[in-house]
């Protein structure tokens, strides 16, 4: 079975910047597309953005937009969201996902196979 593990985040200041970071158990996950949720306290879970199999190709909520971008190295099995100009509304948890659907836009459907644990971003004014 497919693992995902997140790591990077953290509490921080409005204004400051973060490195999500995605491990993936195994290399031939990366064939298929993943992506970065979020899930605020109390709030359902959002999509956040997603990449294609060689990172060519990235997808992202009009919420951040400009803000944040999602990538991957498949030479390390990692994917990562870069978090700049954090604010207090992007505090939640964020999830990794992969799909098994070459279709990158299937993400925007929650149509997710495969859950990372999350990691929590918190972000104080």
């Known amino acids: 079975q497919v693992q995902l593990v997140e790591s990077g985040g953290g509490v921080v200041q409005a204004g400051d910047s973060l490195r999500l970071s995605c491990s993936v158990s195994r290399r031939t996950v990366f064939r298929y597309p993943l992506a970065w949720f979020r899930q605020a306290p109390g709030k359902g879970r959002e999509f956040v953005a997603a990449?294609?199999?060689?990172?060519?190709?990235?997808i992202a909520a009009d919420s951040v937009k400009g803000r944040f971008f999602i990538s991957r190295d498949n030479a390390k099995n990692t994917a990562y969201l870069q978090l700049n100009n954090l604010n207090p509304e992007d505090t939640a948890m964020y999830y990794c996902a992969a799909n098994s659907d070459a279709n990158i836009n299937t993400f925007r459907r929650h149509l997710v196979e495969f859950w990372g644990q999350g990691t929590q971003v918190t972000v104080s004014s």
């Open positions: 990449v294609g199999p060689n990172g060519a190709i990235t």
